[in-house]
């Protein structure tokens, strides 16, 4: 393990949690190209614990408002009926059918599906990738931008949870999921930007948590080293950062098409490559 390595899957692991990027592509380049043996699973944790905090940090008012939302609603419980709710109410209620749906898949449905498929899991990824890339070019071209920040609708969140849940599958990314599902209900990209961000932070801290009980961060940091452990920290935070700070505007100015030709064009590669022998079976 070198320090160019754990650096450079820091960055990639990053940007797999705020891009449409999927994760089983960057495994499976490291791992079978690249003949990687990293400490996976510490370095995974320690990037979740760092997205997670610069999640909260960039959204902070949001997610106050939607924890006042929920003591609101935990002490009057009549307050969530439609015509009293409040908008911060209401979005929470959004958040939570979008997001509870695709976390109960992941936990119980994503480890059975991989170790129970008879396709291998790099043609999986790659088909993975390839039908996300031509959902970004359908979702696109449909999107009327009917919906703004405050027009978010309950039954919408049943079809972006819906094709949230694809993303247990290789090579669908979740974010990437989540765009087509809110571009398909004709949201505009200002909503889709912060509404899917705050979909990611909530499966990001249910990670964390998760990884936590299995192993703490004390254990990460002994493992990958404590200087490498800060340069991961570093890194994360920064990639994270950046990446919701310039996504708003890329989502709005390329409407896509940075990233559907992105998915398209890492499909094809992984198809290519799996065909001449370089991915295993």
Same mark, same amino acid.
């Given at each position: 393990?070198?320090?160019?390595?754990? /650096? @450079?899957? &820091? =960055? $990639?692991?990053?940007?797999? !949690?705020? %891009?449409?990027?999927?994760?089983?592509? #960057?495994?499976?380049?490291?791992?079978?190209?690249?003949?990687?043996?990293?400490?996976?699973?510490?370095?995974?944790?320690?990037?979740?614990?760092?997205?997670?905090?610069?999640?909260?940090?960039?959204?902070?008012?949001?997610?106050?408002?939607?924890?006042?939302?929920?003591?609101?609603?935990?002490?009057?419980?009549?307050?969530?009926?439609?015509?009293?709710?409040?908008?911060?109410?209401?979005?929470?209620?959004? /958040? @939570?059918? &979008? =997001? $509870?749906?695709?976390?109960? !898949?992941? %936990?119980?449905?994503?480890?059975?599906? #991989?170790?129970?498929?008879?396709?291998?899991?790099?043609?999986?990824?790659?088909?993975?990738?390839?039908?996300?890339?031509?959902?970004?070019?359908?979702?696109?071209?449909?999107?009327?931008?009917?919906?703004?920040?405050?027009?978010?609708?309950?039954?919408?969140?049943?079809?972006?949870?819906?094709?949230?849940?694809?993303?247990?599958?290789?090579?669908?990314?979740?974010?990437?999921?989540?765009?087509?599902?809110?571009?398909?209900?004709?949201?505009?990209?200002?909503?889709?930007?912060?509404?899917?961000?705050?979909?990611?932070?909530?499966?990001?801290?249910?990670?964390?948590?998760?990884?936590?009980?299995?192993?703490?961060?004390?254990?990460?940091?002994?493992?990958?080293?404590?200087?490498?452990?800060?340069?991961?920290?570093?890194?994360?935070?920064?990639?994270?950062?950046?990446?919701?700070?310039?996504?708003?505007?890329?989502?709005?100015?390329?409407?896509?098409?940075?990233?559907?030709?992105?998915?398209?064009?890492?499909?094809?590669?992984?198809?290519?490559?799996?065909?001449?022998?370089?991915?295993?079976?």
């Amino acid at each position: 393990m070198t320090t160019f390595q754990v /650096l @450079l899957e &820091s =960055f $990639l692991k990053a940007l797999t !949690l705020i %891009l449409p990027i999927s994760e089983s592509q #960057i495994r499976t380049l490291t791992v079978h190209l690249l003949n990687w043996t990293l400490p996976f699973s510490e370095i995974e944790l320690i990037i979740f614990a760092t997205a997670s905090f610069a999640l909260l940090l960039f959204f902070r008012y949001d997610w106050l408002g939607l924890l006042s939302a929920g003591i609101t609603t935990l002490f009057r419980p009549m307050s969530i009926r439609s015509e009293s709710r409040n908008l911060d109410q209401h979005s929470l209620m959004f /958040l @939570l059918i &979008s =997001f $509870l749906p695709v976390a109960l !898949l992941h %936990l119980f449905l994503e480890q059975p599906l #991989i170790d129970s498929s008879v396709v291998s899991p790099s043609l999986l990824a790659g088909g993975g990738l390839l039908l996300t890339g031509f959902g970004f070019l359908a979702s696109s071209r449909w999107n009327k931008r009917i919906h703004g920040l405050n027009h978010l609708r309950l039954s919408h969140a049943f079809a972006i949870a819906l094709a949230g849940g694809f993303s247990m599958m290789p090579g669908f990314p979740l974010v990437g999921l989540l765009w087509i599902g809110f571009a398909f209900c004709n949201y505009h990209y200002e909503a889709i930007g912060k509404y899917s961000g705050l979909l990611v932070g909530l499966g990001v801290f249910s990670k964390t948590i998760s990884l936590l009980q299995s192993l703490s961060l004390r254990e990460a940091f002994e493992r990958v080293g404590y200087l490498n452990s800060t340069a991961v920290v570093v890194i994360g935070f920064t990639v994270v950062w950046i990446c919701l700070e310039h996504l708003q505007k890329s989502l709005s100015e390329t409407s896509f098409k940075n990233f559907q030709w992105l998915s398209i064009v890492s499909g094809t590669v992984l198809f290519i490559l799996y065909f001449a022998g370089f991915l295993p079976e």
